[in-house]
């Protein structure tokens, strides 16, 4: 495919604009004396004072004047949107450096869990990019959960923590593994409180960090200070869309556009300036638990416990139980978010396989082949997904362009992964080239179909199987 510069150009205008406006008005934001730059006369529709005040609500981009917010730091990376900075953290929450050591040596503490064993960084290493690489976890006495360690970098920008989202802030998040029998096992928050208040060193952490006694929600506190320091950017794809053209190759430039064109990936994962995780933040059912469950019977049978259920309770049938493939369901009980998981950040992919809810893709190839057919048919299946018709070069090309997404910090880790993965490029269990292409199956959709002799719109598709009878 040949590389359009005017749209690429576009593209890049697209991120660095806004950004360059925003990165200015959250500075103004720092210091009240500089006004915020006005908008440039030939960008109508350019945000005014975008950012100055943006208000605080979760998963809200649209800054709601005269509102007091977060400190935004000086030196976020190009990547980090200061927007999505200042969204995200509520003004008062900004870490401090004394809660930031606390949360990060409770983070790496195995004394958090029943047998001392496990901490939070068994399961999210930040040497290998806040993941386990286990298809599914594993907790205290070798006990598995039923799913797959997304990664702790960027968490502090989610609207909602979990692959479906049942906790809405980290604080609430980080208590819920130390207490879940299969996690850190801890029976309460006042056996953990207790354990913690007899370490000399941490009840005089507490003391000095917050002014009082080991309690549970200050180790909730301490710790989602922490991940707040957690921001990941500047990527060679950031490098790139800030107008570094040779920060990403012809290879990478291709992905891209197919990212954005056949591959219709930003339906879900769009980036742009100001939400620059490419992630919508929504839950879709893209099929990958279609093939082992039967999504119906599944629900019929989960909807009582789900009715019943508290947020622990909850957290247990996600982990712990064969409802776990219901996903959102399981929070919202609504039938159409049944087999629905959060777009998750697209950010670092190279350095935290394997992917998906349920740790069930090896490599970015197998990602790629499942999309590429359209994912797996099942009721619930998100409008978005079609098969893609996408060729092998194709492929290559998109899985290289994600290898992009690798901030600085694991590049040496990213570039290992990414020569990993390419190694396993001939095993491909999800690989379906006939499906893909519209010449087996039928998935009702509309999709593309490569095969030059149907020339007749209406016969792709669910339509095409009226083929024999019109003829
Ligand atoms: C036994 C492994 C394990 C341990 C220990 C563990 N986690 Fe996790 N973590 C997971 C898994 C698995 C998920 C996804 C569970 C789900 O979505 O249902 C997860 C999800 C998360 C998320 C949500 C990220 C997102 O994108 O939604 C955050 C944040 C997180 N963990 C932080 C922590 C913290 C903090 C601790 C320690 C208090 C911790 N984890 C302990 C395995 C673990
Ligand atoms: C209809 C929305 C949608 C579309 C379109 C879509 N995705 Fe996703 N993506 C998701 C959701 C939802 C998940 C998590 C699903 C799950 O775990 O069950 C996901 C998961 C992923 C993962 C695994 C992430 C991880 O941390 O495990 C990758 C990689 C990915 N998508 C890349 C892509 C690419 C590349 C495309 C285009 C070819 C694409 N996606 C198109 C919604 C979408």
């Not at 730091?73 to 980090?80: A, E, K, N, T």
Request: proline letters at 8%.
């Amino acid at each position: 495919m040949r590389i359009r510069t005017k749209e690429l150009l576009q593209d890049a205008l697209k991120w660095a604009l806004p950004l360059a406006l925003l990165t200015s008005a959250a500075c103004a934001g720092r210091d009240p004396a500089s006004p915020p730059p006005p908008p440039p006369p030939d960008q109508p529709n350019a945000p005014t004072a975008v950012s100055t005040t943006p208000s605080t609500g979760v998963g809200d981009v649209n800054p709601a004047p005269n509102h007091p917010t977060a400190k935004v730091p000086s030196d976020l990376p190009i990547g980090v949107s200061p927007v999505l900075y200042a969204i995200s953290v509520a003004p008062g929450q900004e870490p401090t450096p004394e809660q930031v050591k606390l949360g990060d040596k409770l983070f790496d503490d195995v004394r958090l869990s029943a047998d001392n064993t496990v901490a939070c960084k068994t399961c999210h290493d930040p040497a290998r990019g806040f993941v386990d690489h286990e298809v599914t976890s594993i907790g205290i006495g070798k006990k598995h959960g039923q799913r797959n360690a997304p990664t702790v970098l960027n968490a502090m920008f989610n609207a909602t923590q979990f692959w479906d989202g049942r906790a809405a802030t980290l604080e609430d998040q980080a208590k819920l593994p130390i207490l879940n029998p299969v996690e850190m096992g801890m029976k309460s928050g006042d056996e953990v409180v207790a354990k913690l208040a007899a370490i000399p060193e941490y009840r005089k952490a507490f003391l000095d960090v917050y002014g009082r006694e080991v309690n549970y929600e200050d180790v909730g506190r301490a710790i989602a200070a922490f991940e707040r320091t957690q921001f990941s950017g500047n990527a060679p794809f950031d490098r790139f869309i800030m107008g570094d053209d040779k920060a990403i190759d012809a290879q990478a430039k291709r992905g891209w556009a197919l990212f954005n064109g056949k591959g219709r990936c930003n339906e879900c994962h769009a980036g742009n300036a100001v939400n620059p995780l490419f992630s919508d933040q929504k839950f879709h059912n893209i099929g990958v638990a279609a093939k082992t469950s039967n999504f119906a019977d599944l629900a019929r049978e989960a909807q009582g416990a789900v009715d019943r259920g508290n947020q622990e309770e909850i957290d247990r049938l996600a982990l712990e139980s064969k409802f776990t493939n219901l996903g959102r369901f399981l929070v919202s009980k609504r039938h159409n978010d049944i087999g629905a998981f959060k777009t998750p950040t697209l950010r670092n992919i190279a350095v935290t396989a394997p992917y998906m809810h349920d740790g069930s893709f090896a490599t970015l190839y197998d990602v790629i082949d499942h999309y590429n057919k359209g994912g797996i048919v099942n009721p619930y299946l998100d409008g978005g997904m079609q098969r893609l018709g996408l060729t092998e070069p194709e492929i290559d090309d998109l899985v290289h362009f994600l290898g992009t997404l690798t901030s600085e910090r694991y590049d040496a880790y990213g570039k290992t992964e990414m020569a990993r993965m390419n190694g396993k490029k001939g095993q491909r269990p999800e690989r379906d080239t006939l499906v893909a292409t519209g010449k087996k199956g039928d998935t009702g959709d509309v999709g593309p179909t490569p095969d030059a002799k149907i020339k007749d719109p209406s016969s792709d598709g669910v339509y095409g199987v009226f083929d024999a009878a019109k003829k």
